[in-house]
């Protein structure tokens, strides 16, 4: 059986401990040469279905992914965990091209990213006949489909791998459900019997919410200053509105840039690489945008303007909180979107016309919903999901019906006697009996619902009629420029006395002071989470600065969490961290955890107890420092620290084998310049890391033995 190696590898190139639902029995499957077809959400561990087979299987595994960006993303990631990975493709010269070719035909890459025209092109087949193949994966395997919304015909020629390779196991993954682009797929590629999985679509730690479109911009300045220090994206319909938010963004104070198709490719690059490196946090784009990354860190996505269906929905949200840390997505709805949007599908020609309505029919409804939202998502997702989520803004406050058959009275005769004849924006002046001089100029102050909802703000009307139109009281022409019309239902209200219940929506006083509640709770978890996750963070990207690579690829929000909480300062404990593999480990193990430790000495949490003793006594038998290290497996930093706490609280000890009074003298002289607190790290690079952490640490506690470095 496999599973134990499986297992090793996923400990020791990804750090992890265990698999999601289904890996296993995928990699199982792969494993045994099946073919297999998998179905998961963004962000729902794909890659490891063919990561970790392709390090256990003798032989490359050979992996079609269509975008050139994604194949470096993956690629960069692969190789931070110590994994033989390259790519080919046409970004290349002939030459580095040729270099990864010979890597391949030697056998010393355990994964090979390639283009699919790469690999369908005729000079590559004989290599790729001689090379040891272990298994194929198609990544975005939808795309061989002209059903699917990103086909590429490129994608139709794989159907030639299962001929030419009948033996070799394919295994094909997207994120793209439904039921005719999964018959594509396993058509086209012509997979023997594949096995299908299809694993769950939910994605709890996905916060979902959705709020009506007034005011939208103040309300995501609003959002953003809650959400301090963190990355997200804000999706807009057009290319100007996401140069307009970007710009109104930055006058707001905050670091934001647009990206849309319309932008010339090196800007295009350059604006999605500094949001991978956490240099712009804010990116405001339309849906050209996101396809081709891998960040692991969003944490939110906000739509300012609703999507055509409920897959794109799916899609763009599943880009936040890929590393499974808690993140907030934010849908703004309008009706002005709707028929926006009705309009695009319309003139759009397309054949699929009535499909395309109907779906966006679904989002509409779900953008209205009074019910959890998960529970509408994961059943459209054909998923039987009872529970309400608890982490959906209905969930948390759930609506509170009430007696609204006045209301309903009034607006459907309002429509009435309208002759049917007006939209939305028009009935609520109507209604509230508005000055507009052109309601008078109409005849339509003359009505005799004319200011009968005066009591009723404009934003609730607006509130009550979609509700209204949701209930299937009134329905929206969008043929006729989205005006109201009655419906049966809507009669029977009229002329039969049929009442009809209704949910008060949230007045402005409470979304206030829901806004702040929110923004409290953050803050308070932000504090909790606490100063030494803001170091870590810090040192991550310092580090990832200087390697030039995303912080993200170095350890992942959700690492950086679990390791501010569990503080490990051994080897041992730092494995124990999720995401800490052994390549990880060994480059960034040491000033992660010099970090924690200084963290931990600031905190006065080392007061030279039972832990610091025990080294100390070791120390006095006539243990070296390394020899503690193994004995205790604990870092020989570690001891250096527990040494020196007991030497600073004043137990005897020979400093000088440790570090000379020179260094001590330099030291002291370097602190006034380095920032405060002083960090280890810091020390460290002062010195051009020409004297050992161990020695600096001892340098420190001697000059807290002497008060002239104060004890924090
Ligand atoms: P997808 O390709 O399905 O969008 P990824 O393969 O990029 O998703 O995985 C999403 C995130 O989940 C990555 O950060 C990945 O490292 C992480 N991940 C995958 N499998 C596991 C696991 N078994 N345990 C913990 N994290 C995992
Ligand atoms: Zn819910």
Request: aromatic share 8%; proline share 4%; with cysteine.
């Amino acid at each position: 059986m496999n599973l134990p190696d499986a297992q090793r590898a996923l400990k020791q190139y990804f750090g992890y401990d265990r698999f999601r639902p289904m890996q296993a029995e995928i990699i199982t499957a792969v494993y045994e040469k099946r073919d297999t077809l998998v179905l998961m959400p963004t962000g729902g561990g794909k890659s490891i279905c063919f990561q970790v087979p392709a390090l256990i299987m003798p032989g490359t595994a050979v992996v079609v992914s269509p975008l050139i960006s994604l194949m470096q993303d993956q690629v960069m990631g692969l190789m931070a965990n110590g994994v033989k990975a390259a790519f080919l493709n046409s970004s290349q010269d002939s030459q580095e091209q040729q270099l990864v070719e010979n890597q391949f035909f030697n056998g010393e890459l355990d994964l090979l990213y390639v283009s699919p025209e790469k690999l369908s092109s005729s000079n590559f087949l004989p290599l790729l006949q001689r090379a040891n193949v272990a298994l194929f994966a198609i990544d975005e395997a939808h795309c061989v489909s002209s059903w699917g919304h990103d086909f590429r015909p490129e994608y139709t020629q794989l159907r030639f791998l299962k001929q030419q390779f009948p033996q070799t196991p394919i295994i094909a993954l997207t994120a793209t459900a439904d039921r005719i682009t999964r018959q594509d797929i396993t058509e086209q590629l012509q997979l023997n019997n594949a096995e299908l999985f299809i694993s769950s679509f939910d994605r709890p730690n996905l916060n979902l919410e959705v709020r009506s479109g007034q005011r939208r911009k103040e309300q995501i300045i609003q959002f953003i200053k809650q959400h301090p220090d963190q990355g997200g994206i804000v999706y807009c319909l057009s290319r100007k509105a996401t140069e307009k938010l970007a710009a109104d963004l930055n006058q707001a104070g905050f670091t934001a840039r647009s990206y849309h198709a319309g932008m010339d490719a090196r800007t295009r690059a350059q604006v999605q690489d500094a949001f991978i490196k956490d240099e712009i946090p804010i990116i405001c784009a339309t849906i050209a945008f996101g396809m081709g990354i891998d960040k692991s860190n969003v944490r939110w996505v906000i739509h300012f303007n609703l999507p055509k269906n409920l897959e794109n929905y799916y899609q763009e949200i599943g880009r936040a909180g890929r590393d499974s840390a808690p993140a907030d997505t934010l849908l703004f709805y309008s009706y002005q979107d709707v028929m926006m949007l009705t309009d695009i599908i319309t003139k759009n020609e397309s054949e699929n016309v009535e499909v395309q309505l109907a779906k966006l029919g679904r989002m509409q409804q779900y953008a209205e919903s009074m019910a959890c939202r998960r529970r509408i998502l994961l059943n459209y997702f054909n998923e039987d999901f009872k529970d309400n989520c608890g982490n959906c803004d209905i969930c948390r406050n759930p609506p509170q019906a009430f007696d609204g058959t006045l209301i309903a009275q009034k607006a459907l005769s309002a429509v009435y006697r309208l002759r049917e004849q007006v939209g939305l924006t028009l009935l609520v002046d109507v209604l509230r009996g508005s000055a507009r001089k052109d309601l008078r100029e109409r005849g339509y102050d003359q009505i005799k619902t004319f200011g009968a909802g005066r009591e009723v703000s404009a934003f609730d009307w607006n509130n009550y009629l979609g509700q209204l139109i949701n209930l299937g009281y009134l329905d929206i022409a969008y043929d006729q420029f989205g005006v109201l019309k009655l419906t049966p239902a809507s009669k029977r209200v009229l002329f039969d006395q049929e009442s009809v219940e209704l949910v008060r929506p949230a007045t402005l006083q409470e979304r206030r002071v829901q806004e702040k509640v929110a923004s409290k709770e953050r803050t308070k978890a932000d504090r909790s989470r606490g100063e030494l996750f803001e170091s870590l963070r810090l040192l991550r990207r310092k580090l990832a600065q200087e390697k030039g690579i995303p912080p993200y690829l170095i350890f992942s929000d959700a690492t950086l969490e679990e390791m501010a909480a569990a503080k490990p300062t051994s080897d041992q404990e730092m494995r124990a961290i999720s995401g800490v593999g052994e390549r990880k480990l060994q480059l960034y193990g040491d000033v992660f955890m010099a970090a924690i430790l200084d963290h931990l000495g600031e905190k006065g949490n080392a007061n030279p107890g039972s832990t610091h003793r025990i080294s100390y006594e070791l120390f006095l038998q006539g243990k070296s420092v390394t020899e503690i290290a193994e004995q205790r497996a604990i870092q020989p930093l570690t001891v250096f620290s527990h040494l020196g706490a007991c030497y600073a609280a004043g137990d005897p000890l020979d400093i000088h084998q440790f570090v000379s009074t020179t260094i001590i003298n330099q030291v002291e002289k370097a602190i006034p310049y380095l920032e405060k607190p002083l960090k280890l790290n810091a020390l460290f690079e002062f010195f051009d890391g020409k004297v050992s952490h161990g020695a600096l640490r001892m340098a420190l506690s001697h000059l807290q033995k002497e008060g002239k470095y104060p004890v924090a």
